[in-house]
């Protein structure tokens, strides 16, 4: 597994990362626990050393079971997690949204020590805002009280994930130096963050951590127009009505694109790399619920990435859209 120097912060973070949502056990179907754990452990052993979690990811699940695991690891691993607004917000937050509503100062503070509790340790290396809003940027409070955890050492790094269609929303924040890191969905249809995010956060420092390669598993190539998802599963949600046809249509045209430059290569493999073909990107972060995987995603952390002329030729590929919200209109 490659390493990567992770922004102004300097870390060297493996090029694939552990997403760690589905194992919360809440909204990705059944999951067995005890696979979950095997799985955290054969991703670590094959050099993945940042593992990316939420409070609400299970209500907390996801942390306490990243918990067990570091107790039984003896090797440098960091963590990330994010703190929701309080409940109750709407997600995302309107552009001009006050952050003390959203992220009061207490809130984060208390936020964090119980986190600190779910994953057994005593600093979390990046504690990260599950959204953003652009007034955000130059509000005070949610960062001082982020600087006063900084000083007590219960948190390395501030991170930001951005909202799924809004990636330029910290740009701010980043010119002010009050962001260490910042998260986002980046992908082979979802290309807009390498027009402004990824040069403010090449020329500030900041870190990236790329997330959903895959469109929700779309881009793995694993789905059919008539594939059916379980009940209490996020993607019956996602790919409803004409999203999911639609979305494997355009999977298919990418399939045979890659099968005349890369025919060796799966689909998941060539969506991880597509990522980690930009500069700017410090480590992505697939969805790990199983060893195997673990076993297959880790493959793309070589640091080999796709020749520049096939990056050009993928661009015809971008399609933003907002399944969460709509559906197609195909």
Same mark, same amino acid.
């Given at each position: 597994?490659?390493?990567?120097?992770?922004?102004?912060?300097?870390?060297?973070?493996s090029e694939?990362?552990f997403?760690?949502?589905?194992?919360?056990?809440?909204?990705?179907?059944?999951?067995?626990?005890?696979?979950?754990?095997?799985?955290?452990?054969?991703?670590?052993?094959?050099?993945?050393?940042?593992?990316?979690?939420?409070?609400?990811?299970g209500?907390g699940?996801?942390?306490?079971?990243?918990?067990?695991?570091?107790?039984?690891?003896?090797?440098?691993?960091?963590?990330?997690?994010k703190?929701?607004?309080?409940?109750?917000s709407?997600?995302?937050?309107?552009?001009?949204?006050? /952050?003390?509503?959203?992220?009061?100062?207490?809130?984060?503070?208390?936020?964090?020590?119980?986190?600190?509790?779910?994953?057994?340790?005593?600093?979390?290396?990046?504690?990260?805002?599950?959204?953003?809003?652009?007034?955000?940027?130059?509000?005070?409070?949610?960062?001082?009280?982020?600087?006063?955890?900084?000083?007590?050492?219960?948190? /390395? /790094?501030?991170?930001?994930?951005?909202?799924?269609?809004?990636?330029?929303?910290?740009?701010?924040?980043?010119?002010?130096?009050?962001?260490?890191?910042?998260?986002?969905?980046?992908?082979?249809?979802?290309?807009?963050?390498?027009?402004?995010?990824?040069p403010?956060?090449?020329?500030?420092?900041?870190?990236?951590?790329?997330?959903?390669?895959?469109d929700?598993?779309?881009?793995?190539?694993?789905?059919?127009?008539d594939?059916?998802?379980?009940?209490?599963?996020?993607?019956?949600?996602?790919?409803?009505?004409?999203?999911l046809? /639609?979305?494997?249509?355009?999977?298919?045209?990418?399939?045979?694109?890659?099968?005349?430059?890369?025919?060796g290569?799966?689909?998941?493999?060539?969506?991880?790399?597509?990522?980690?073909?930009?500069?700017?990107?410090?480590?992505?972060?697939?969805?790990?619920?199983?060893?195997?995987? @673990?076993d297959?995603?880790?493959?793309?952390?070589?640091?080999?990435?796709?020749?520049?002329e096939?990056?050009? @030729?993928?661009?015809k590929?971008?399609?933003?859209?907002?399944?969460?919200?709509?559906?197609?209109?195909?």
């Amino acid at each position: 597994m490659k390493k990567r120097t992770f922004g102004k912060l300097g870390w060297q973070i493996s090029e694939v990362s552990f997403g760690a949502w589905a194992i919360g056990g809440d909204m990705w179907g059944p999951q067995d626990d005890d696979e979950s754990i095997r799985a955290l452990h054969r991703a670590l052993d094959a050099g993945v050393n940042l593992i990316d979690t939420a409070q609400g990811y299970g209500k907390g699940h996801s942390e306490e079971l990243i918990g067990r695991v570091l107790r039984d690891r003896k090797e440098e691993i960091f963590v990330a997690t994010k703190v929701p607004p309080q409940p109750g917000s709407p997600w995302p937050p309107p552009d001009d949204a006050d /952050a003390r509503d959203f992220f009061p100062a207490p809130y984060i503070i208390e936020q964090c020590e119980h986190s600190l509790k779910r994953l057994g340790r005593d600093r979390l290396d990046i504690y990260q805002f599950h959204t953003w809003a652009p007034a955000f940027n130059v509000a005070d409070e949610w960062f001082e009280a982020m600087t006063r955890l900084k000083q007590q050492g219960k948190i /390395a /790094a501030i991170g930001v994930s951005v909202p799924d269609m809004k990636p330029d929303v910290v740009v701010g924040a980043l010119a002010l130096g009050k962001v260490d890191a910042v998260q986002v969905i980046y992908n082979i249809f979802e290309q807009i963050p390498r027009w402004n995010l990824f040069p403010a956060s090449m020329e500030f420092g900041t870190g990236i951590i790329v997330r959903v390669p895959f469109d929700e598993g779309a881009l793995t190539g694993k789905f059919r127009a008539d594939t059916a998802f379980p009940e209490g599963d996020v993607r019956r949600r996602y790919f409803r009505g004409k999203n999911l046809p /639609a979305v494997v249509r355009r999977v298919e045209e990418i399939r045979q694109h890659k099968n005349g430059t890369f025919p060796g290569m799966t689909m998941a493999e060539y969506a991880l790399r597509f990522c980690l073909s930009h500069p700017a990107v410090g480590t992505v972060i697939p969805g790990i619920r199983t060893v195997a995987q @673990a076993d297959a995603n880790i493959r793309a952390g070589d640091g080999v990435p796709l020749p520049p002329e096939e990056i050009i @030729a993928l661009e015809k590929f971008a399609w933003q859209k907002d399944f969460w919200h709509s559906e197609v209109n195909e």
